[in-house]
Each structure stands twice: as C-alpha cells, then as structure tokens.
T-cell receptor
Framework: DTGVSQDPRHKITKRGQNVTFRCDPI?????LYWYRQTLGQGPEFLTY????????KSRLLSDRFSAERPKGSFSTLEIQRTEQGDSAMYLC????????????FGPGTRLLVL | AQKITQTQPGMFVQEKEAVTLDCTYD???????LFWYKQPSSGEMIFLIY??????QNATEGRYSLNFQKARKSANLVISASQLGDSAMYFC??????????????FGRGTQLTVWP
C-alpha cells in the first residue's frame, strides 16, 4: 500500500515563472484535496475534487491558480506568474469516497519564489 | 464560520511523562469531526486521532487520547508516555462529521512539542 505522493518535493523558481505540481493519491481514494501552508501557520484549504469533478474552491485560489484531476486519478496544481507570496508548502491529501473520512497527506512540495 | 484555536505555541515534556495539547473550536454546525495531526520537521502531516461530535466516548489510539468536552468546545490531545520521537508540530483540525457532504479541514496554528530526555 503506497501513500500519497507528490512531485517535486522542492521547487525554486523566479518571480513571474509558471510552476506545476503533481499529486498521486492513494489508489482507492476518490477525494483529493490541496492545501497551502506558510511558515508558522496551519494548512489552509485550496480546493478539492471528487473523482474528476472540482467540488469546492477557496477564495485563496486566485486566477493564477488552477487545479485539475483528469480521469479522477492524479491531480496537478499550476501557479502562473508566480509571486514571492506564493512561497509555501503545498500539501495534497486524499480520502475515501465517504465525506468526512480521514484525509491522508502527502509529503508536500516546498515552493520558493525568488 | 469554523475556527480552531491552539493557544500553546510550544510545549515541553520530559520523556515518559504525559502531556496535554489544547484545542478549542467554534462552529455552528450540529455535526462535525475533530482531528489531530502530527507534522515532523520533514513536513508530512501524519493522522493521529479522530473524534466525531456525536461520539459518546472519547477517542483513543494507542498512546493518544482525545479529551472531548462538547459543552466547552474543546478537544485536547493527551499523549501518554512521551517518546523522543514525539517531538513535532501538532495540529488540531475540524471538518465534516463522517457521512456529511463537506470536504475541507480547518486547521489551528499548531503547537510545537519538544520531548527532552
């Protein structure tokens, strides 16, 4: 049984560049979540999918952010025209079909925007 | 709106002793779930324990137990027999109760636990 995986684990980019992160959930989990965590804070919800449908988006998810989950398997989170304020840990989690079930997190992607 | 408050930025405990990490919450939903996660310096969030708002008994998972006081809206985590490997950041979170239609978790700011020999 493999857990949630994320790629890359670390990303350094220059302001204005686009970045894309990938998340592979636990195979039998239908729900997939994205969170952002900045230093000294708890994770903040960004968006989540049930299968390929994006069911909820946070107001934190500005127009520069887009998430997809084609075919209901892996998901990608893209940030366009990165800003220094985007520097954070981006966490992915998955849970089984039933709402409210425990979310299991991946190792995260640390983004640094210079 | 849902809100989680963790008032202890840092806690220290000696190995083999018990420690309580505080968590209070605010919600207008009649049904909800409370979670505790551990985050070591590596960054991964590790699920520890879950308590449903309608559960009659406090949840326990090995050395972890949740002291749930619904009237006070508190859900404190108790770690018994602390180990050096327990040193980490601990987050309290609130989400939907199992069976509801909501998805997101709301997290507190965390408590940094340090276990010393």
């Amino acid at each position: 049984d493999t857990g949630v995986s994320q790629d890359p684990r670390h990303k350094i980019t220059k302001r204005g560049q686009n970045v894309t992160f990938r998340c592979d959930p636990i195979s039998e989990h239908n729900r997939l979540y994205w969170y952002r965590q900045t230093l000294g804070q708890g994770p903040e919800f960004l968006t989540y999918f049930q299968n390929e449908a994006q069911l909820e988006k946070s107001r934190l998810l500005s127009d520069r952010f887009s998430a997809e989950r084609p075919k209901g398997s892996f998901s990608t989170l893209e940030i366009q025209r990165t800003e220094q304020g985007d520097s954070a840990m981006y966490l992915c989690a998955s849970s089984p079909r039933v709402s409210g079930e425990t979310q299991y997190f991946g190792p995260g992607t640390r983004l640094l925007v210079l | 709106a849902q809100k989680i408050t963790q008032t202890q930025p840092g806690m220290f405990v000696q190995e083999k002793e018990a420690v309580t990490l505080d968590c209070t919450y605010d919600t207008s939903d009649p049904s909800y779930g409370l979670f505790w996660y551990k985050q070591p310096s590596s960054g991964e969030m590790i699920f520890l324990i879950y308590q449903g708002s309608y559960d009659q008994q406090n949840a326990t998972e090995g050395r972890y137990s949740l002291n749930f006081q619904k009237a006070r809206k508190s859900a404190n985590l108790v770690i018994s027999a602390s180990q050096l490997g327990d040193s980490a950041m601990y987050f309290c979170a609130m989400g939907a109760d199992r069976g509801s239609t909501l998805g997101r978790l709301y997290f507190g700011r965390g408590t940094q636990l340090t276990v010393w020999p």
